[in-house]
């Protein structure tokens, strides 16, 4: 799972070069901005909201969600793994974009050339860290062992007028 995950960040992440080219977070594109707002400050990291972001957001995430729509049934443990590889998704996009975009490598990855990525804890976006931590916690309650219950019936005798 990890590694098809991993094979369609660096697809799509040479998509969005083609499209962005040097100029990331939709910078350049002929797109509606919404720079700045409270909500963005609370989900989006403080980066601003674009038409591009707004349609290609929910596509990944129905893509990811196509299998259960037409050949699995609904359920948690499906929903936390499917939840967990869009974020492994999104993390390794991002850092394959900068990685492997021609106007920027590894060397121009830092809170000074990247400016859409508003907070950075060490080397990497905090929202690295964040979702990795989430996408963790998602796949081990998606693949954990649930123990069956102990179940204890405590059973009393049958008394004249009880039916069975």
Do not use: C
Not at 15 to 44: K, M
Not at 60 to 76: E, K
Not at 147 to 158: A, C, G, W
């Amino acid at each position: 799972m990890l590694f098809w995950v991993l094979l369609l960040a660096y697809f799509f992440a040479n998509v969005e070069i083609q499209i962005e080219g040097g100029h990331g977070w939709a910078t350049s594109l002929p797109t509606w901005r919404i720079e700045h707002h409270w909500l963005l400050d609370i989900f989006w990291g403080g980066r601003a909201m674009t038409g591009y972001h707004a349609w290609v957001f929910p596509f990944i995430a129905l893509m990811f969600h196509y299998p259960i729509f037409f050949h699995d049934r609904w359920n948690w443990r499906t929903e936390a793994r499917i939840f967990a590889s869009i974020m492994v998704f999104w993390i390794a996009e991002d850092w394959l974009w900068f990685l492997i975009n021609p106007a920027f490598g590894l060397g121009r990855f830092n809170p000074t050339d990247v400016p859409w990525h508003k907070v950075w804890l060490g080397p990497v976006p905090i929202d690295y860290w964040v979702y990795s931590i989430i996408a963790i916690l998602l796949l081990w309650l998606a693949e954990r062992k649930v123990l069956p219950r102990k179940v204890t019936v405590k059973l009393s005798p049958l008394r004249d007028g009880d039916q069975v």
